[in-house]
């Protein structure tokens, strides 16, 4: 007997199309339906192997599921939530894999008429620089964390059922309030790709010629991938978590100040301690960023 | 007959290893002495195979060369110069391969007794994080440009040496004015540093556990690769091209100020419209940043 009997994924892009190959790769699924607005989408899934079968209908696709997974852009969450709700099946337990959490429960609460305990708000921290169901590997969350955010409400068995998914998968599952994952992602995501596309854009206005892109070498490669991942989900993510990113950007920004302030009054020793506390602390971590 | 025939390098760290190694492995130089402070560490390159021989001494080293190259941090490259000029050969070129050009040549023209005929001022954008001779490998500059920046005094003949040196390491060669360079490496290079050390410290401050490291998946590992470069080099880089990082700074904390504002106001469309002009913008150069 599988974990999952019949799992729907609402969106096939890349995480749920990597969670339906690794599930399947794990033999922990039984079958796994899509819900999307694009029939030619969900029929080239279905030809890839992704997934066993695709639905435009919300209660084609919900009958007899047992477990949905919300794999859709933030700006859609809500909608696609309320075109679920009607025909969720009683025992089905629904959870999402949206970048920010707080938004993503009040969307909840108000597709859900407010029932919440059996919906898991989950964030796999893991992706590339490819979008879509043909970028999927079932390989993408091993070694990953995956954070879950149960509400007060969330009843405990639904989050055992997530996170048993989860793990399945190879990933590392980690709790933590709603409040706590968007300030932590706020800063360590959210903020470093805000200023990666704010570089990128400084420097093309700044140097007319571009002449500046053929020095990449320099260290702005680096910098800079991540400017290179989809505008429109970057955009919904610095909206859906708007107060904790300018919490973030105003810390960001002060301390920013007082290292212009190091570098114009000449400042060698604290210029230098800060460049030092960085390297260390990031030295110490470094089997984190290898990973 | 070799392109070289004694070639000086003062330093024997990644860039002027390397530079040894290529110039062998391509048989461009006849001897490679070094000139340094640690004749332990001049010892142990020469066991390495990096270099002939190994000097403390400046007149021991210099006698015979054609070329010298200056591969030492910014902070040290007057006295080292300083030390060379009384001794250096009539015909010998003398280059360098320091990050910002117009406080090298400053050092030189004090060093040199304002004689900049023969000085070639030179920036090799290639690296690692990895420093000293044991990580120099011949292949370092390969299809990397080389930025020449010449003085009006510097005789056209030692800039054809130099460059030809570094097309002999497989470099590419360009040559721009001390200026141009001076702004186009702050932009590309030292602003990024900056802000990538600046960040670590930021989140390594504002989170006592430092929990923010585990979750560096989400991009901030990208970013702060470069934090892990040696502080001291950097600290010197920041303060030998200060008035060139002030400027490009400035247009980036007042562009940061406009990013932070279309979030605050939740311009949706304003912040998208970044987003998007950062990525065209980005994959267009993308066979660079790739290289």
């Known amino acids: 007997m599988t974990a999952i009997d019949r799992l729907v994924v609402a969106g096939v892009g890349l995480i ?15 079958e796994v339906v899509a819900l999307g607005r694009n029939a030619d989408r969900l029929a080239a899934a279905e030809a890839a192997g992704v997934i066993d079968r695709g639905e435009t209908d919300p209660a084609a696709a919900l009958s007899g599921a047992d477990m949905v997974v919300v794999g859709v852009p933030l700006s ?5 939530l309320a075109q679920i709700a009607p025909h969720l099946p009683a025992e089905a337990v629904i959870t999402d894999v949206g970048s920010t959490k707080a938004s ?11 029932d919440l ?8 921290i893991a992706g590339t ?17 995956v ?3 149960p509400t007060e409400a969330t009843e405990a068995a639904a989050t055992a059922r997530v996170r048993g998914m989860w793990e399945a998968c190879g990933a590392h599952v980690i709790e933590m309030s709603v409040g706590h994952h968007d300030r ?50 970057w955009r919904d993510i610095c909206f859906a978590n708007r107060s904790a ?14 290292l212009t302030a190091l570098v114009r009054d000449g400042d060698e020793a604290g210029l230098e301690a800060v460049f030092r506390r960085a390297k260390t602390i990031r030295d110490r971590h470094r089997p984190v960023f290898e990973q």
């Open 184 to 233: 932590m992602l706020a800063a360590t995501s959210h903020l470093p790709h805000l200023l990666a596309y704010g570089l990128v854009d400084t420097l093309a206005r700044w140097d007319d010629s571009n002449e500046v892109f053929e020095y990449a070498a320099g260290g702005f490669r680096d910098f800079t991938r991540i400017a290179s991942s989809d505008p429109l989900m």
């Open 147 to 149: 954070v879950i955010t």
């Open 76 to 80: 859609a969450v809500r909608d696609v």
């Open 16 to 30: 749920n199309g990597s969670l339906a190959r690794a599930l399947r790769a794990c033999d922990e699924v039984g």
């Open 104 to 114: 993503v429960v009040a969307d909840a609460e108000h597709a859900l008429g407010g």
């Open 117 to 124: 305990r059996r919906f898991v708000p989950a964030h796999p």
């Open 129 to 145: 620089e490819h979008n879509g169901f043909e970028a999927a590997f079932p390989e993408l969350f091993r070694g990953r964390r």
């Open 245 to 258: 990113l300018l919490e973030t950007l105003a810390h960001y920004r002060a301390d920013l100040e007082q």
